[in-house]
């Protein structure tokens, strides 16, 4: 579901020529595999399961298995063009993908849909209490579930 209002061709072709650039610029190749594949990831803001990647795959990839998605998917985390949505076991895509940084995502349990945001303050203060503890993180991303600011104004939509 699209926000109204909300130009998705824009984000699809920043997220593209963006990824191409940074490929490009990494030496590293965007294959059309892999970049189908974030194409299809950003077809609307909402995260999409690895064998629902499948399945709009095959219709163009006749030979596409379970593997190639997941490489795909493992490249596209790498190169830090999608984060994997942990507590849905699905992905989205980065929309800073230029930056290295930590995730904050904010996800509506009413339409799905997945916000990005960099929260410097936030990310800051839960480095600090991660150093304070001791802990070494492997890997971080907080997930928040609650309804967005459109879902919270239209409930029933």
């Known amino acids: 579901m699209t926000k109204p209002g909300h130009n998705h061709d824009h984000c699809i072709h920043k997220a593209l020529g963006t990824a191409e650039r940074l490929c490009r610029?990494?030496?590293?190749?965007?294959?059309?595999l892999r970049r189908r594949v974030l194409?299809?990831?950003w077809q609307d803001h909402r995260a999409v399961k690895a064998y629902d990647l499948l399945d709009r795959l095959k219709p163009l990839?006749?030979?596409?298995?379970?593997?190639?998605v997941y490489r795909a998917l493992e490249f596209l985390i790498a190169q830090g063009l999608i984060h994997r949505v942990?507590?849905?076991n699905?992905?989205?895509?980065?929309?800073?993908?230029?930056?290295?940084?930590e995730v904050l995502l904010l996800i509506c349990r009413q339409c799905g849909e997945v916000e990005e945001l960099p929260a410097p303050e936030v990310m800051d203060a839960l480095n600090r209490e991660i150093q304070r503890a001791g802990f070494s993180p492997e890997h971080k991303s907080v997930e928040i579930v609650g309804?967005?600011?459109h879902c919270a104004r239209h409930p029933a939509d």
């Open 25 to 32: 610029e990494r030496g590293v190749r965007l294959t059309p």
């Open 39 to 41: 194409e299809l990831i």
């Open 61 to 68: 990839e006749q030979t596409a298995k379970p593997a190639t």
């Open 86 to 88: 942990e507590s849905l």
């Open 90 to 101: 699905a992905f989205i895509g980065c929309r800073c993908s230029e930056l290295s940084h």
């Open 147 to 149: 309804l967005c600011a």
